[in-house]
């Protein structure tokens, strides 16, 4: 009796849903995504870059000729947390580039607050970290009961102003969880009181964040979530003035999470998911497409790109290149590289292993996970991602070592 009360009211809730987003005014095309700012690169280096043949859905690597750029890399600032996750990054006006994470004694533990702090390119250097929110903080400005945070993910707004969405819990796991968000004025040195964002007009419970959020021609922001409660699928909402006004599924049954979106024009992108199937189904990169800019969304065939369970991050460079950073492998996440797509080709390779311990015993490989890249200049990228739940890795690649990559793959001495 009580799956069928539950059932009832979860079929009442999808019509009201319905009804609420039908009244909500037309899609407006896609704007492809625009540099912020011009900032100036540092030269200090690590490790020399890989490249190597085009990508199969295979666990092995065969690493080629190294390039002549090296890449910066350093870590984000400590804060004394045990456990480390989730870091997203923003461009700012200036060109500095600002990150945020959350950080506790572990994931989803009432003392886990999101950090945030500024890389200056100039000096090649963070500032020291500041806290935008804490459980205690985020009940106090919601006024409901907040057990837990996660995800955060910035934006940038039509009219500049920078906004946070985060990932609240207020009762369960992470399948009860809606999406928050606070708004700054003056690049994330404060903020306003959050708000919460209502997905559904009855249950607004499993709704959560991950990827960048994409810009309408209209000025409004579409934003990547995704469920883990009933089934595990995609969607992309629609936010005006920081609250949900549509939403549409990008995947569906429980098989794809964590939408990440390339946009090809102002009509057409496709998805790639983090893939949640039974151990008995294939472990490759589930994909969606749209041709009504995000209204609706079709499955399409899988990228035959080994996933683990485990986030991918996506960028386009200015002159059409794509790039993704992501565990290939089907098991674990104790490897993290990075593959590139030319604007002219549909091959994705591997440029860059950015960690690997698959030669290592199992009890001593790290985890190296969710992933998030952006661009300021439009031609460089920088990248996070959690280092064994311990610390965030922060990597630089200017313009010329992507100019360098792409000779390589072409077979061009650099």
């Not at 459980?135 to 940038?156: F, Q, T, W």
């Not at 404060?190 to 708000?195: A, E, S």
């Not at 790039?323 to 490897?335: A, C, F, H, K, P």
């Amino acid at each position: 009796m009580n799956r069928v009360i539950a059932l009832c009211v979860l079929l009442l809730a999808a019509v009201l849903g319905y009804l609420h987003i039908d009244s909500r005014p037309a899609w407006a095309p896609f704007t492809p995504p625009e540099p912020i700012a011009i900032a100036t690169s540092v030269e200090e280096s690590v490790d020399s870059p890989q490249a190597s043949n085009s990508l199969k859905p295979s666990k092995t690597l065969t690493p080629t000729k190294p390039l002549a750029i090296n890449l910066q890399a350093d870590w984000l600032p400590d804060t004394d947390a045990p456990s480390v996750h989730a870091a997203s990054l923003i461009a700012l006006k200036d060109g500095a580039v600002r990150a945020f994470w959350f950080a506790g004694s572990r994931e989803g533990a009432p003392d886990v607050v999101i950090n945030s702090s500024v890389f200056d390119p100039r000096a090649a250097r963070w500032s020291a970290p500041t806290v935008v929110m804490s459980r205690v903080s985020a009940e106090k400005g919601l006024s409901r009961y907040i057990a837990k945070l996660g995800n955060p993910v910035p934006a940038r707004m039509a009219d500049g102003r920078m906004q946070l969405f985060f990932v609240t819990v207020s009762i369960g796991g992470w399948a009860g969880s809606s999406i928050s968000s606070v708004i700054s004025d003056d690049e994330g040195l404060t903020w306003t009181k959050p708000q919460r964002l209502i997905a559904s007009p009855l249950i607004n419970l499993s709704t959560l964040v991950k990827s960048p959020a994409l810009q309408f021609s209209d000025g409004r922001l579409g934003l990547p979530a995704y469920h883990e409660w009933i089934g595990r699928f995609g969607e992309l909402l629609r936010i005006q003035d920081g609250q949900i006004i549509d939403k549409r599924r990008m995947s569906s049954g429980r098989g794809a999470i964590q939408p990440v979106v390339f946009v090809d024009n102002a009509q057409e992108a496709s998805a790639f998911f983090r893939q949640t199937r039974p151990s008995s189904q294939v472990k490759q990169i589930p994909v969606s497409e749209t041709k009504d800019a995000g209204q609706t969304w079709k499955i399409a065939k899988d990228l035959e790109i080994p996933n683990p369970n485990a986030a991918v991050a996506s960028l386009t460079l200015s002159d059409g290149t794509r790039l993704m950073v992501l565990n290939n492998i089907e098991v674990g996440r104790s490897r993290l590289v990075m593959v590139m797509r030319k604007a002219n080709s549909l091959d994705w390779q591997v440029i860059q292993v950015l960690e690997d311990d698959e030669a290592l015993a199992s009890d001593q490989r790290r985890e190296y996970s969710y992933p998030y890249l952006i661009t300021v200049q439009g031609d460089d990228a920088h990248l996070a991602y959690t280092w064994d739940r311990k610390r965030i890795r922060h990597i630089y690649f200017p313009a010329q070592w992507f100019k360098q990559a792409k000779q390589v793959m072409e077979g061009v001495q650099p």
